[in-house]
Structure formats: structure tokens, C-alpha cells
């Protein structure tokens, strides 16, 4: 098996193949990897783009700007319209699909008339095990996976991340905050917010690896279990209290079983998934 300094020759190698590329760039460990290697491969060749949308959160585009700035990424924002979509708006199994149909059709327009020849995204090769709807996207507009097909993990991402100098080598895991509304409760711009408030508060408390799940009048809040013993203290347990309920939320929950990822896909039943096409888009306006 290949090391992991061959795995990111590699990379750099299959990157400079292919031309001029855009980079789908959230500013998470992966991304802002991919963004690097294809920075380092291509140089001006190489565009990262961010998704201007309410449901990524603002800190995370102060940080993602902050990072092509230190290392002379050529960056720029795209606007998407998920929420003009009702078929994300009702927030079934298949929402992150049509969040990723989104952009990756705005991409896809953006690169075509500027003569771009590949989309790229981050994911990674242990990414492939889980119940992510994105893929599908990717795989309806051709968008190619560099860093799987380098074979690369999240780890590995984070150990060629930390030897590079890159400051998101340990960044938390992150997620558009569209995901922290329960499959079923339509995503409104509204608690998304509501959502985005209450995680800043939190980081303010020197929390570090959480999330914030809404359920209504009720917020069940995921810390990672290393982190926990900080919230089940008294003190701060009654601070975590205050934000939530002056936020709106009645009842202010902690999950016992701390922070995991794709905690509300625990609750699907993966025989009853709606499964879309993967030939062509769900009915959407092309002009939205």
C-alpha cells in the first residue's frame, strides 16, 4: 500500500492532468486540503469557490477566506438557491442531494463559460462508507473525487494537512447547519439561524467538537465525549441553559452519548430511502 507522501505525489500528479479546475471549497480540513494540493499543481489554474448560502455558517466563511488569503488561493463566492427548492425545504432523506444539485449546477454553468475543464470536491475515501445523498450529485455532474481517487483518508488528509503548515490540519468536523434539523422538520432560514446563534455561544464557552440538534421547542446538544465532563458541570450546564432558552427553546437537553457524526441518520430506515435518478435532475427551475 502506498505511503501517505506517495498518496499526495499522487494527488498532485492526477491534479496537474487536468488543466484548469474548480474546487468546491467549504474551508473544512478536506477541502482546504484539495484546495492547497490544487493550488500547488496548478496554480492560477485552479479556482476555489464557496457557496454563498445561509446554511453555511458565518465564521466558517471568515476562516475559509482567512485560509486562501495565507496561502495565495485564487477564491470567490458563488450565490445557491437551495432554499427557493421545496424539495430541500421539506428536508427528507435526500436533502443533502438537492443542497449538492444546487451547487454543483452552478458550478457547473460557472465552469463552462469560463472554459474550466473539472469540478473537484473533497471527499475522502472513508467518506464512501456512510449514507451520504451529496455523492449522487457528484456522480450526475461528473465532478471527480481527486482525494479518493489518491485512496487518501481523513487522517491521512490531516497528517499531509499538519506537515504542510495547513492551520486546518485539526479542525473540528464540520457540516451546513441545515444539518442539524431532524429529517422531516422543513429547514427554514429562520432555525438555521437560531442553530448558528447557539453554536457560537457555545464556541464562546471554549467548546470545541459539538453540535446543536433541533427538535422543535427542544434542542438535544452533542458534545464530544472528551468534552463532556466541561457540561455536566453545574455551572456551565446553567450557562448552556441561559443560551438556548433566550433563543426560544423550552426544554435544553445533553446527549449522553456525546458528539457523533450523522447522529440523525441513525434514525433512518435505509430500505425506505427515496433513491433519485442518477441520470438526470429532479424537477427544478433553471432559472432559480
Not at 82 to 105: G, M, Q, S, V
Not at 166 to 195: E, F, H, M
Not at 220 to 237: F, M, S, Y
Not at 255 to 280: F, H, I, M, W
Request: glycine share 6%; net charge neutral; hydrophobic share 40%.
Amino acid at each position: 500500500m502506498a505511503g501517505i507522501t506517495e498518496k499526495q505525489q499522487n494527488l498532485i500528479e492526477n491534479l496537474r492532468n487536468m488543466g484548469r479546475v474548480i474546487v468546491a471549497y467549504s474551508g473544512g480540513t478536506d477541502s482546504a486540503y484539495l484546495a492547497w494540493a490544487a493550488q500547488q499543481a496548478l496554480g492560477d489554474a485552479a479556482l476555489a469557490i464557496t457557496a454563498d448560502s445561509a446554511s453555511i455558517p458565518s465564521s466558517h466563511k471568515t476562516d475559509a477566506e482567512a485560509f486562501v488569503r495565507q496561502f495565495g488561493i485564487r477564491h470567490e463566492y458563488v450565490e445557491t438557491r437551495e432554499f427557493d427548492n421545496p424539495d430541500y425545504i421539506k428536508n427528507d432523506a435526500n436533502r443533502c442531494f438537492h443542497c449538492k444539485d444546487e451547487l454543483f449546477t452552478v458550478l457547473e454553468r460557472l465552469g463552462n463559460e469560463r472554459g474550466y475543464t473539472h469540478l473537484i470536491y473533497g471527499v475522502n475515501k472513508d467518506d464512501l462508507g456512510d449514507y451520504r445523498p451529496g455523492q449522487r450529485a457528484a456522480k450526475l455532474h461528473q465532478v471527480k473525487a481527486p482525494l479518493v481517487d489518491a485512496e487518501l483518508t481523513k487522517a491521512e488528509i490531516r497528517e499531509l494537512s499538519r506537515l504542510a503548515g495547513l492551520p486546518t490540519w485539526d479542525r473540528p468536523a464540520a457540516a451546513c447547519l441545515s444539518s442539524r434539523i431532524p429529517y422531516g422538520t422543513p429547514v427554514t432560514i429562520q432555525n438555521i439561524k437560531t442553530v448558528e446563534l447557539g453554536e457560537e455561544e457555545m464556541k464562546a464557552l471554549g467548546f470545541r467538537q459539538f453540535r446543536t440538534r433541533f427538535h422543535g421547542e427542544l434542542v438535544r446538544i452533542e458534545i464530544a465525549r472528551e468534552e463532556l465532563p466541561k457540561a455536566l458541570n453545574l455551572e456551565v450546564a446553567g450557562k448552556l441553559t441561559a443560551i438556548f432558552k433566550t433563543l426560544g427553546f423550552k426544554y435544553v437537553t445533553l446527549d449522553l452519548e456525546g458528539y457523533r457524526q450523522g447522529s440523525l441518520n441513525e434514525v433512518l430506515d435505509k430500505t425506505l430511502l427515496t433513491v433519485l435518478p442518477a441520470t438526470a435532475s429532479p424537477a427544478r427551475n433553471p432559472a432559480a
